[in-house]
């Protein structure tokens, strides 16, 4: 088989120079919520203000890994032998948070 061939049965599609502007300027605009929230000290004591700003950072980091390392654009495996352990590892953070939350050191 030659070299042109085996490319053409692989091709993938990719993001376009037009999407990763748009990916880029929502990774700016998440950027700027966080940073404007850290900067308001009613939200800083708040309750809202952890969840808030996982909650950017699970968002941020989802566009990161679909777009930039392709991730929504390869092979249905690919993605679930990523996604699969990435919740395995958030359900144990979470479950950490909640068992360590009524602890006090000292």
């Known amino acids: 088989m030659s070299a042109d061939r085996a490319h053409a049965?692989?091709?993938h599609e990719h993001p376009t120079w037009k999407q990763y502007r748009w990916?880029?300027?929502w990774l700016f605009v998440i950027?700027?919520?966080?940073?404007?929230?850290?900067?308001i000290p009613a939200l800083v004591a708040s309750k809202a203000f952890v969840?808030?700003?996982?909650?950017?950072?699970?968002?941020k980091f989802t566009i990161v890994v679909m777009f930039y390392m392709h991730l929504k654009y390869d092979h249905s495996?690919?993605?679930?032998l990523f996604t699969g352990p990435l919740i395995i590892a958030g359900i144990t953070l979470v479950a950490f948070l909640f068992l360590f939350s009524k602890v006090?050191?000292?």
């Open 9 to 11: 049965d692989h091709v």
């Open 23 to 25: 990916v880029a300027l």
């Open 31 to 39: 950027t700027i919520a966080e940073v404007w929230a850290y900067y």
């Open 51 to 59: 969840p808030a700003i996982l909650i950017m950072m699970v968002v």
């Open 77 to 80: 495996i690919f993605r679930r």
């Open 104 to 106: 006090r050191i000292g």
